[in-house]
């Protein structure tokens, strides 16, 4: 019986999609300008709860737009993880400075005892401004990943930010709709815990336009820079009149009207994402298969990603050829931005569970449109490969 091919992360295109892009197209609002960028834009703020959100092009965008928002300058440091997809740190890049590879805990998010550890062991503080003894770097910031949805330990990285006087930047791009539900920051989300927070909308995310981002600042001074940063900085909209070098990272109407049907989505995408990792851990129990990795306790996750850990002698990439040839698209998690070739010679700092966690981790099938049979299927298939 010949059987469908299962992905691993697909757009779910269900809604009212069409319709809005259809609206968007019929009145020529095409481009840049029109009313869908700010229902979107309004939509997802209210969705997280954050007086304002900027759309723009990607959240790679996103990130470069917070960093300069953030004051990092051409020679200054910013802490990254290195356990990240490399468009949480390539932006560092982008402004002239120089990032600092650190280590993750077991949320395989930043460690924030490594972190603190960094602060005050490598670095010295005066005069408000932390930097690193042997290279004389100012650091400025820090961006924390919220891996795979889940919610990085941000009690504690705020804290050390508010010692040492680092701006906070959220990689929220994999964790929209993650939220504290227990502790200090209970009910709020993912993305506006920092001074800067940052949503895509790739195809691979839990809500997609295409291609696209979202910026959350939380002071409203910055919303407005953002804003104005994004649209070629322009100081007076008809006389083209320009007060610093800015970008041409806005969004479009036809992206944001996807958008628009996408969020209305939302709340039952994060539904099925859930019952999803539920299912598969009864079935991976009930075969005596490893538990997939969890999400943080004390918040309620978008459980974007499926992270199954394998034990360390099991040949993980021969295992993901076999489960292609079965039909099921799996991926490791992401090479150590360390090992990269643009990043071999940064800095860094105390890295060892990312090195274990690099090579034992696979994920699985994921999408909101994953069925029961399908998820049936992926663990039968496991328990014969590896049971
Ligand atoms: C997807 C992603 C990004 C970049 O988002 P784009 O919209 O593709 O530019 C950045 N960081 C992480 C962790 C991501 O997963």
Known sequence: MPTERISLSVPNVQGREIEYVTDALSTGWVSTAGSYVSS????????VGAPRAVACQSGTAGLHIALLLAGVQPDDAVLVPTLTFIAAVNPVKYVGAHPVLMDCDDSLCLDPVKLERYCKEECAFSEGVLRNRETGRAIKAIV??????NMADMVAINDVARRFNLRVIEDATEALGTKYTEGPYAGRFAGTLGDFGVFSFNGNKIITTGGGGMIIARRSEDSDRA????TQAKSDSVRYEHDEVGYNYRLTNVQAAIGVAQMECLERFIDAKNDNYNRYQTLLRQVGLPALWPFRGG????????????????DRDRLMGQLAEEGIQTRPIWGLIHEQAPYADDETYAIEQASRFRSSILNLPCSTSLTEEEIVRVVEVLKGLIG
């Open 144 to 149: 924390v990943v919220h891996v795979f949805g």
């Open 227 to 230: 804003a104005h940063l994004t």
């Open 299 to 314: 918040t309620r996750s978008n459980k974007w990603f499926y992270s199954l850990p394998l034990p360390e002698e099991l």
């Open 40 to 47: 979107f834009e309004e939509s997802v703020a209210r969705f």
